[in-house]
């Protein structure tokens, strides 16, 4: 089975996020979507509504969704997954994720990092701004599929 790992705190998932699996999706038999669970990272919607959220808006029996602790490369080597996936906004991402893939291709090679591109409509999104929003009461409905509570 040709498996990818989606990592990310998804603190909410954005459709950013979402437009990243979709691209991702024809090329696996299985997409994981796991929530790294860090005890040290403060995050501003529990773990249990993350997991909620993302199982909400993918319906699709390649898609497994799932909380894991430790490296990214562990988690992949436990569920058989050969990939792991990064989605890239602008430049400023691609030195962030480019050095994470570096240090991961030296602890597990057999692990291979794949980018995709955002499009223009979602390069500007992040978590962050959702969570600001929310925060200030505004309108965030462009940004995520779901109702954040």
């Not at 979402?18 to 994981?32: G, T």
């Not at 773990?47 to 799932?66: C, G, M, P």
């Not at 992040?126 to 940004?143: G, K, Q």
């Amino acid at each position: 089975m040709n498996i990818a790992v989606f990592p990310g705190s998804f603190d909410p998932l954005t459709k950013g996020h979402e437009e990243i699996v979709k691209m991702a999706l024809p090329l696996f038999d299985k997409i994981v979507i796991a929530i790294g669970d860090n005890p040290d990272k403060r995050c501003f919607f529990p773990i249990e509504k993350r997991l909620h959220w993302i199982r909400q808006t993918f319906q699709s029996e390649k898609i497994e969704v799932a909380k894991y602790q430790g490296l990214t490369v562990d988690f992949c080597r436990n569920v058989g997954a050969k990939f792991i996936i990064r989605g890239l906004r602008n430049s400023l991402d691609f030195q962030y994720e480019h050095d994470i893939a570096e240090a991961n291709r030296h602890l597990v090679p057999e692990v291979e990092t794949l980018f995709f591109m955002s499009t223009p409509q979602f390069a500007h999104l992040s978590s962050s701004l959702v969570r600001e929003l929310y925060h200030h009461h505004a309108d965030y409905s462009d940004y995520v599929s779901f109702v954040l509570e």
